[in-house]
T-cell receptor, first 111, second 119 residues
């Protein structure tokens, strides 16, 4: 089945140690999104790629970066994670008017 | 900017009964999409149902149906014959359909409603 795959499911990192989360898709969708979701809250959009065009949300901290080397893959880099960055990170994709498809998420813990 | 409000932080229902989750939104646009997503604990966010604003007919998907009131900017979800597997956080979401530009496809979520299903 076509899908959105996030790796790893669980990630533990140390305070201040850079970490990268990955997302891949087999849906051939041209738009990819990264969300941050804290416990019992709505997902908060960090940024999205429309094809190769990167679109950052105004309130996304500089600590968060993203790369999209090709249509299928997208990465979320957190340069110096703080305790407040512990959260679930969701990747989603879409194309045209179709609804967004979400991956299972990566739960990030900061020690 | 669009806003989405879910006024019920938590709801509960008995198995096999019907429950309705509320959602209101604010927008100045006339054409848009509305969605209900389901997120079980520690599991994937899944689309439950979608509604195009230009369609007057309410969307239905098996046991799930919506009551879309465009003038009132209301979009409630009705779950009939509730099952234990329906227990989850439910998010109402709004999306602009504008093609191109940075806003295309972006979702605005409500705060979510936690649904508990009692056996």
């Amino acid at each position: 089945d076509a899908m959105v795959i996030q790796n790893p499911r669980y990630q533990v990192t140390q305070f201040g140690k850079p970490v990268t989360l990955s997302c891949s898709q087999t849906l051939n969708h041209n738009v990819m999104y990264w969300y941050q979701q804290k416990s019992s809250q709505a997902p908060k959009l960090l940024f999205h790629y429309y094809d190769k065009d990167f679109n950052n949300e105004a309130d996304t901290p500089d600590n968060f970066q993203s790369r999209r080397p090709n249509t299928s893959f997208c990465f979320l880099d957190i340069r110096s994670p703080g305790l407040g960055d512990a959260a679930m990170y969701l990747c989603a994709t879409s194309k045209g008017p179709q609804p967004q498809h979400f991956g299972d998420g990566t739960r990030l813990s900061i020690l | 900017a669009q806003t989405v409000t879910q006024s019920q932080p938590e709801m509960s229902v008995q198995e096999a009964e019907t429950v309705t989750l509320s959602c209101t939104y604010d927008t100045s646009e006339s054409d848009y999409y509305l969605f209900w997503y389901k997120q079980p604990p520690s599991r994937q966010m899944i689309l439950v149902i979608r509604q195009e604003a230009y369609k007057q007919q309410n969307a239905t998907e098996n046991r799930f149906s919506v009551n879309f009131q465009k003038a009132a900017k209301s979009f409630s979800l009705k779950i009939s014959d509730s099952q234990l597997g329906d227990a989850a956080m439910y998010f109402c979401a709004y999306r602009t359909p504008r093609a191109g530009g940075t806003s295309y496809g972006k979702l605005t979520f409500g705060q979510g409603t936690i649904l508990t299903v009692h056996p």
